[in-house]
């Protein structure tokens, strides 16, 4: 490198640190902008629970709407406004499982649903229901005794109140109780029936025996006035060895009413309207191979 080009290139490093000098006194120098990084994350951490909180609501939501309820104990108040849907007032999806519906976990406070059976009376529309109540713990058996009663006086029975001495005498450790009743045209009847079949865990159902030796209710089948049912039907109680009813009528018609689940219990019901000036000769049960299990001729006779 020459001289002549050393001393321009010292010349133009000198301009360079000149301008760089000047650069930084433009520069204003202070804390850091902590306040605004924070209030930058408190949005971010906002929008993310707003993100979180829609989707609870939307699943929340999509639940509901397909007909299952979930969240906290419901308050007595909500439990009758459910039950006086179910009664067919104003039904809703929330009341009633369909056949093969996943049920919730068993709460003995708040009933699972299902129509026995229905037809048409003097124009008509008529329901048996039967309302599981799942196995209530002896501290448990006086609340839901009287959640019971009150859906029944609601619709005009005249069955005295639960006491507590009462529902201790009758209340059984390993059983549900199954509430049965009446609808017309959507309102309940004063008629109650009952059944308390064995509850998950408990002693298994017996396999349908040989003997024919159904058991069950005739629904209707007392009472007079208000307090009888428009049509009696027989509520029969199988277990899980069953696949197949027929009924064969005195006329020589036969009919097959399917077995009917009620939340997760095992023990399954089978309703038999009757049908006026035609008697049942027999009720057969069948297993899921074509096998006769049992056979009853006394029912509806």
Do not use: C, F
Not at 203 to 224: E, N, Q, R
Not at 264 to 280: F, H, Q, W, Y
């Amino acid at each position: 490198m020459t001289s002549e080009q050393r001393s321009g290139y010292e010349e133009s490093a000198a301009q360079v640190g000149i301008g760089l000098a000047g650069l930084v006194e433009t520069v204003e120098i202070g804390p850091a902008p902590v306040a605004a990084l924070a209030a930058g994350g408190r949005r971010r951490l906002r929008r993310r629970r707003a993100v979180l909180t829609g989707s609870v609501a939307l699943v929340t939501a999509a639940v509901v709407g397909g007909g299952v309820l979930v969240g906290p104990a419901l308050r007595p108040a909500d439990r009758a406004g459910l039950a006086t849907a179910a009664a067919g007032v104003a039904a809703g999806p929330s009341a009633v499982l369909s056949a093969g519906a996943v049920p919730l976990a068993r709460n003995p406070l708040a009933p699972v649903r299902a129509v026995l059976a229905q037809g048409v009376v003097d124009g008509k529309e008529w329901k048996v229901w039967a309302a599981l109540w799942p196995l209530a713990t002896r501290e448990q058996s006086l609340e839901q005794a009287r959640l019971i009663w009150q859906e029944q006086h609601a619709a005009g029975s005249d069955l005295p109140e639960p006491t507590a001495a009462y529902v201790q005498q009758y209340w059984q450790p390993g059983a549900d109780v199954v509430n049965l009743y009446y609808t017309v045209d959507g309102t309940r009847l004063p008629y109650n029936g009952e059944l308390t079949p064995t509850a998950p865990g408990s002693t298994p159902p017996s396999p349908t025996g040989p003997d024919g030796g159904l058991s069950g209710v005739l629904v209707g089948a007392l009472g007079k006035g208000q307090n009888a049912g428009p049509v009696r039907v027989a509520a029969l109680t199988v277990g899980p060895d069953v696949a197949k009813t027929v009924v064969t009528w005195a006329d020589g018609s036969t009919s097959e009413p399917s077995p009917v689940t009620l939340g997760d219990s095992p023990v399954r019901l089978i309703g038999v309207p009757e049908r006026p000036g035609n008697k049942a000769r027999s009720i057969a049960v069948y297993g899921s191979g074509g096998q006769l299990l049992g056979t009853n001729t006394s029912w509806l006779s």
